[in-house]
């Protein structure tokens, strides 16, 4: 079998939760073969992000040509872009590559409430980055932000995910895990929906369920997944990753990517937070 290959191009998380170290963590235990282009370096722990340094455009073109021209992409991610110009660039990059099965983490907002991205940024991300998009992946707050909606019930979260997909992403995978109830999810791929259920569990370990989710279905995406075989795994591997959250640091600790290999097999031990 050929090992598939998986781009992040996101931001590094120096905790380790997120960014491009949750994506390759993701990538690698999903059976692919994880490469990065990072685009900003976080100074972030489990408490919040104090401080971000963007990555020069230069070496961000420097990163993603060494990659894509040496070894080759079978499908990507996008997370942190935080300014135009890194849009820009990255999506110039993704259509010289020809790259199509792109997944679009719109990241906004860390789990602390730190902004990620530039308020001129938005318009770029509408405009440039997400008609690139095989598959959008916000949660609730970043639907809203996209689309001017309150969103509220499943009906708002199907309405919002047309509105989405009118703005050019193939298919949209709207995650309603800030919403009450159940943890549901709903895939709009121009025709129909989906609706991906699980239960909600109990834990403020869930730093990175984002960027995990998006890289776990631009890894099903590469290896020959359609698109709801795509999510329908990773959404198995998220909610995996969340009920075995680990419990580090003194805010909100990472998911457990390692989890969805362990779960047959028993936990080791320390390696639960039920």
């Known amino acids: 079998m050929t090992i ?26 999903l059976g692919g073969f994880g490469m990065s282009v990072i685009t900003a370096l976080t100074a972030q722990n489990t408490l919040g992000v104090h401080g971000i340094h963007e990555v020069p455009v230069d070496f961000i073109e420097k990163q993603f040509d060494a990659v894509a021209s040496d070894i080759g992409v079978d499908a990507a991610k996008t ?108 895939l709009y791929d121009g025709i129909d929906f989906h609706e991906f259920v699980s239960d909600r569990i109990d834990t403020k370990n869930t730093h990175g369920t984002g960027c995990t989710t998006s890289a776990a279905i631009a890894t099903g995406l590469a290896q020959g997944m359609d698109v709801f075989e795509a999510v329908r795994r990773a959404k198995d591997y998220i909610t995996t990753a969340i009920k075995y959250s680990l419990p580090i640091g003194s805010g909100h600790g990472p998911t457990n990517h390692m989890a969805y290999l362990l779960r047959d097999g028993g936990m080791p031990e320390g390696g639960c937070n039920e």
């Open 4 to 29: 598939k290959r998986v781009l992040t191009i996101a931001g590094s998380d120096s905790g380790g939760g997120a960014g491009i170290q949750a994506d390759l963590k993701t990538i690698t235990v």
């Open 79 to 186: 997370g942190m872009l935080s300014s135009s110009e890194i849009m820009r660039t990255v999506a110039g990059k993704i259509e010289e590559y020809r790259i199509k099965k792109l997944v679009v983490d719109p990241v906004m907002v860390a789990k602390g409430g730190a902004m990620l991205i530039k308020q001129e940024a938005k318009k770029t991300l509408v405009e440039k980055l997400m008609p690139l998009a095989y598959v959008i992946t916000p949660n609730v707050p970043e639907a809203e932000e996209l689309t001017g909606m309150e969103i509220r019930t499943v009906e708002d979260m199907k309405r919002a995910a047309q509105t989405i997909h009118r703005m050019g992403a193939k298919n949209v995978f709207l995650k309603g895990g800030h919403m009450s109830g159940d943890a549901l999810d709903v």
